[in-house]
Nanobody
Framework: QVQLVESGGGLVQPGGSLRLSCTAS????????MGWYRQAPGKQREFVAD???????SYVDSVEGRFTISRDNAKNTVYLQMNSLKPEDTAVYYC???????WGQGTQVTVSS
């Protein structure tokens, strides 16, 4: 089992930016795809973005062009750069390790004026 620790959430005004980080324990990182998901109050958890071991990325339509997922295998870390944030981006964001099925504890992102 791999442990994932997220950070970088917070309160930001509409149009602002945040960068989330997720660091995985151990060396079981570089060969696996990683993803970001989010869950808003009263809604199901939804896919946001993922990145393969080779660096190929995919995004949900609602964040395409605003969010960027990236990874640093030397640091066992995956990032989610979020720009032009909207109130509807408010949610708890979770990191996911596709190989082991692990989830992080989540980090709250609130977009509000």
């Amino acid at each position: 089992q791999v442990q994932l620790v997220e950070s970088g959430g917070g309160l930001v005004q509409p149009g602002g930016s945040l960068r989330l980080s997720c660091t995985a324990s151990g060396s079981i990182f570089s060969g696996y795809a990683m993803g970001w998901y989010r869950q808003a109050p009263g809604k199901q958890r939804e896919f946001v973005a993922d990145i393969t071991s080779g660096g190929y990325t995919s995004y949900v339509d609602s964040v395409e062009g605003r969010f960027t997922i990236s990874r640093d295998n030397a640091k066992n870390t995956v990032y989610l750069q979020m720009n032009s944030l909207k109130p509807e981006d408010t949610a708890v964001y979770y990191c996911h390790h596709y190989g082991f099925g692990s989830w992080g504890q989540g980090t709250q992102v609130t977009v509000s004026s």
